[in-house]
């Protein structure tokens, strides 16, 4: 009863860690300001044209406009707590499982990876990131699996629903469905065909509904899918845009790896004693453990027979970790698939015993919830200096996010739209937008490469209101849609 109540540790070092916000650039460029556009507007179409990455239409920045507590905090104050409150009830959660089983591995496993998570992603947590949700969800569904593999098929609706959903949070999570096939022929071996019907009846309309706002938004089936081509709607997105932003992705998961790698190496000849260079050689090491890993469980596999339930979710979690380093091997991007990999790796070379460490637990857990209460508190105070941050009024007190002082109206200047009002960023360099509504950032083609990647004069009210949509200039489609755009003369704005 005792050590139940080291449950509330993580609750408050959590929320002392995202009480003051890290700067977040997706979050600060595009994200804040989609889920003002999801707050204040139903679906708009043609937002994409608008800024491209607002045609990443994501149900985790909808579900976010439902929680942004404005009548709390006034108009201009948001809290973008999600993230953090799915990644406390996870830890609540592994530590209420931990004490229950008597210090399972596991359970013991999946507390030790949460804080690492924080200390590596941690910027993330308190901001609007779509990237920490995947790698919570695919933890769960590692942890349920190694407690009990077949629990994909004692709950096949769970099991089948919690991919589907995902993959209308984060695109690129679209591969860990295989799992939900699975469940699926498994039901039809069973004759559980009541059930099979209604979880495909589901699924269908839970991608259904997303495809259509996807449609709504950009003139795509699924952006930045371009290859699938259905539509002829006047705000569709010139497929030139699509393009560029599908090679985008790749090019900059690429680049980052690269960079990470090349830190890496760094780190590990003696020239870069950095943070960023501990966070490249855990995050390196944690990989190279799960590719050994994976070459002992081939053999084992070869050699002696798997639990058929947790082998598949295995299999599929180390595959979607190779699709993904495949295709954009940006660390955030695959740190949920190298983590459950990890975790289901150890399951299987133990072969699913239960494993206890009632004593050394303990001592593993206080000094873990002693170094995140660290990290926390260390973090807070760092922050606190660096905002000069004064509690001077009760909002400051209560407020858990805090971007006022980041925001400034002169940072931006006006560009007529019909008979709308656009702010555009002044500064090229800097496209952040925060959640000034509407605003984009300066540049992009055919004029000229920024952060966003089509011109802001490329575009034009599909009526008189904003909720009426965008639609791209009929006189820039061809070009657009070509190669043509690196040589054209860079017009001043007006």
Known sequence: MKEKVLIIVPV?????YV?????????EYYHYQQIRWNEEFSIVP????LEDRFAFNSNYLLLSAIFTFRFLFGNHEAVYLLQSLFYTLLFTWGLIKLFSSQYDLNYLILVIFLPLLIYIYGFMLGSSATDIFPILFVLYYAIKTAETPRWIHQYPLLACLLPVVLVTFKLSTAPFCIISLIVMINLIKEQKHRTLYFIIILSFLTILFWCIRNIIISGYLVYPVYQIDLFSFDWKMPVGTVEKQSRHISEWGNRIFRTDLNTFQNFISGKDFSTTALNCFINFTLLFSVIF???IITYKAIRKKINPSLFSVYLI??????????????FRFNYGYILGSLLLSINILTESRV??????GKFVLIFILCCLCIVSTYKFITASKRIGMKFETM???VALYHH?????IGNFQEYKMGNQTIYVTVDESDSRSFDLLPAVSKGGFPFSRSFKLQDIRTIEMRGNTLQEGFRTKEKYLKILNSEQNKNLIIPKFE
Do not use: E
């Open 19 to 27: 009480y003051i916000f890290d700067h977040h650039y997706d979050a």
């Open 355 to 360: 494993v206890q460490f009632p004593r050394c």
């Open 46 to 49: 043609g937002l994409g044209n």
């Open 293 to 295: 890993s994976a070459f």
């Open 317 to 330: 979690t180390l595959l979607c970790l190779i699709f993904s380093l495949s295709t954009a091997p940006d």
């Open 395 to 397: 909002i400051d007190f």
């Open 404 to 408: 006022r002082s980041s925001k400034n």
């Open 12 to 16: 408050i070092a959590v929320l002392i």
